[in-house]
């Protein structure tokens, strides 16, 4: 699989300066977002980072894919069964993982408590101790 939508979490690290997420980008050969992670980096964010973030979207070829019908009702699917197993999913990771399912993407994230599966790549972690870093990575897939 050539393409992924990657979460929030891996484009905040690389605005944080970490050096994987951008090794990660540019394994891809067609990287996403869903435009509710382009909100989510958005919110709240002083008009330099949003020039930071439209900056990492242009330089890595990021396409931004806009929520349609079929990733509405896959959305409310996953969110609705999340909330019966009362282990509650995010709306925005719902329709994160819509978007992956309705375009057969593969999710590349630092979240395993909401993304899980085969279409689900966990790159890296951070550990939080005195200082963060990098812990656990894993080189990307092979072709």
């Not at 973030?53 to 931004?64: C, H, K, L, T």
């Amino acid at each position: 699989m050539k393409s992924a939508i990657f979460d929030t979490n891996i484009l905040i690290d690389a605005l944080n300066g970490y050096p994987q997420p951008i090794t990660e980008f540019a394994f891809w050969l067609t990287p996403s977002i869903s435009a509710i992670t382009l909100i989510e980096l958005h919110a709240g964010a002083s008009l330099s980072m949003k020039h930071r973030v439209a900056s990492i979207i242009a330089q890595n070829g990021f396409e931004v894919i806009q929520t349609d019908d079929a990733i509405v009702d896959i959305a409310a699917r996953i969110r609705s069964a999340s909330v019966r197993r009362r282990a509650k999913i995010a709306l925005a990771d719902a329709i994160i993982l819509a978007t992956a399912e309705a375009r057969g993407l593969m999710v590349v994230t630092r979240n395993k408590k909401d993304f899980k599966g085969p279409n689900v790549r966990i790159p890296y972690e951070l550990e939080t101790i005195t200082s963060t870093r990098l812990i656990n990575v894993r080189p990307p897939p092979l072709p």
